[in-house]
């Protein structure tokens, strides 16, 4: 998860609203949960539906 992905994230830093270490725990967190949904639920609903 790239810091500076919209005009934001900086003013957010720069502010200290986001500890740095917190952003970075979630930008890891949330893909690893995105990939569990896509890969888990999704691989048994494709396999529901014959896709698979």
Sequence with gaps: MA???RPSPP???GSG???QNVW???GFT????NLII???IGG???K???FW
Excluded: S, T
């Design 44 to 46: 048994v609903w494709w």
């Design 30 to 33: 949330v893909p690893v949960i």
């Design 17 to 19: 609203y986001v500890e």
């Design 48 to 50: 529901i539906i014959g």
């Design 24 to 26: 970075w725990r979630q």
């Design 11 to 13: 003013i957010f830093f």
């Design 3 to 5: 810091r500076c992905r």
């Design 38 to 40: 896509w890969l888990g």
